[in-house]
């Protein structure tokens, strides 16, 4: 039972006053939450498990499980299409699931399994197949998942247990990194959103892709160059990040959708969740990755055009690039990223504010709908569904890190039991095709593994983390943060139980971002502690606000709104 949220300065006035009455009590009440922690640990590795030995019995080795059928679908290709007999003869399977699950076995303490799965992955895993594959899918789910695993494969403290690793992993990611190439040989740079694995870009290919598909590829292949020498994939994917920059509007705002060929918009309207979401997400992390102040210029200006255009309250709706007119007003499950991202740069209120209106709608229906409509308060007619999505889960273990409030465990409990109440079946765990009748649709998505579980899982037991500094890309899968990676590292030690890096006196105004760590927190230097500021703040030209002209004003911590200069002469939100 919990006290209104008005009790709590008198609370805290009571424990000043009186800290030994209640330490008996407060020492209870952690033992109590460390207890459902592990409890809640527990229910989510058995979740993790049932999925995937379904998936290993019924479907591997191809692409995701078909839990009510206990069959199989080759969803990363166009496969998927064809019946078993007339796969082409070179096809064994992409294992994707298998490959989305490796770091969630190690996360979870199963080195066993995670050797098995790379001895069976470089013993039988090719790329030389007829297939045409979506680029920023493949990207994501299989290069991303192939680095990730390589990298924890050769980590000491992961390292296989007969030395039977000789970098395979990584070899693999990079054949399948140079198959990628040809679909950024375009007169713009920005790449097809699909490419055949055997031949490369096919006669009559589409030429349109969205701001996520050519602007979310520079975590995978940024590393794929760092780890390999090989300067190709980090270039190919900064080139077409940048071409899609210099596409923005005049308000810093970019559409949904593009021609590769012409590089002119599609779709003007956009927002912060499909078609755009990870394009904002991988900005900040290629910052926090890789150190290049061009990554932190463009971040900070999309941030700032997303608060002032998208934001309303709590929510975010879509806007036209070209005017900042509102378009759709709609809450996807998609966007509920955006808290988790907030919390990289250190606008926790606004994480919070946000993050429990998605709660909102997932407590209404029992699961997040793929599309909700703000402006009537009710369901897309067509968009009903929820596929087992993780961002929610995701945001949720952010801000649980940052905050350490234990209202988010108790937001995680319910996550796992609405996905154990209306998800799970005797195969697997299903997709929900309609939340209003719970009616499921034969498909376990392979970012079920990759991340609903492995964030649950780490809300509850954050140890593989304690002491490392790892990035999660867009698919969930660890990147290390690594000096040698980084064109300047920082040198604050950061005094968290899983992020810490170092930083240099910064020369303008610290934030998450300028300090390079994750999630934003105080940080303490002797016995001063010094609050790291909201990534949109920019200070006035003067420490005692004066000033003469609007263009002495920066822009406001708490809300990102820029702040003008009154009749007085002071800096401030008059407007």
Known sequence: MFLPRNYGPWLLLFLLISPTLFSPSMSHLDSRWAAKKRHMREKVREMFYHAYENYMTHAFPHDELKPLT??????LSELGNLKLEHLPQDYNGSALTLIESLSSLVIMGNNTEFERAVIWLSENLTFNIDARINLFEC???????????????????????????????????????????PAFDTPTGLPYAWINLKYGVMENETTETSTSGCGSLILEMGALSRLTGDPRYESAALRALRKLWSMRSSLNLLGTTLDV???????????????????YEYLCKAYILFGKEDYWRMFHSAYLAVQKYFRHGSWYHEADMRTGKATYWQLTSLQAFWPGLQVLVGD?????????????VWEKFGVLPERYLLDHQMLHPTEKYYPLRPELAESTFYLYQATKDPWYI???????????????VEGGFASVRDVTTMQLEDHQHS???????????????????????????TEGHPLPILSSWHERLPETYIPTNWTYAKSEQPTRPASAMSLQVCPATALRSGYAVQQIESACHVPDSRGDH??????????????????SCSMAGYCGLWI
């Open 348 to 360: 926790i209120g606004a994480a919070n504010s946000s993050h429990r209106e998605f709660v909102y």
């Open 139 to 181: 990207n994501i789910r299989v290069l991303g998942g192939l680095i990730s695993a390589h990298i924890l494969a050769t980590d000491s403290t992961n390292r296989l247990v007969h030395g039977s690793y000789k970098n395979q992993l990584l070899n693999l990611a990079e054949d399948l990194g140079r198959r990628f190439l």
């Open 261 to 279: 060929i012409t590089g002119e918009w599609i779709e003007y309207s956009s927002g912060i969740g499909a078609g755009v979401d990870s394009f």
């Open 447 to 473: 970012f079920f593994l990759a991340e609903t579980c492995k964030y649950l899982y780490l809300l509850f037991d954050d140890s593989f983390l304690v002491d490392r500094n790892y990035i999660f890309t």
């Open 410 to 424: 108790q937001v995680g409990e319910s996550i796992v039991n609405s996905l154990n109440s209306y998800t799970k």
């Open 546 to 563: 004066r000033c003469f002209s609007d263009e002495e004003c920066g822009v406001d911590s708490t809300n990102c709104r820029r702040r």
């Open 70 to 75: 206990k069959s199989f679908t080759d969803s």
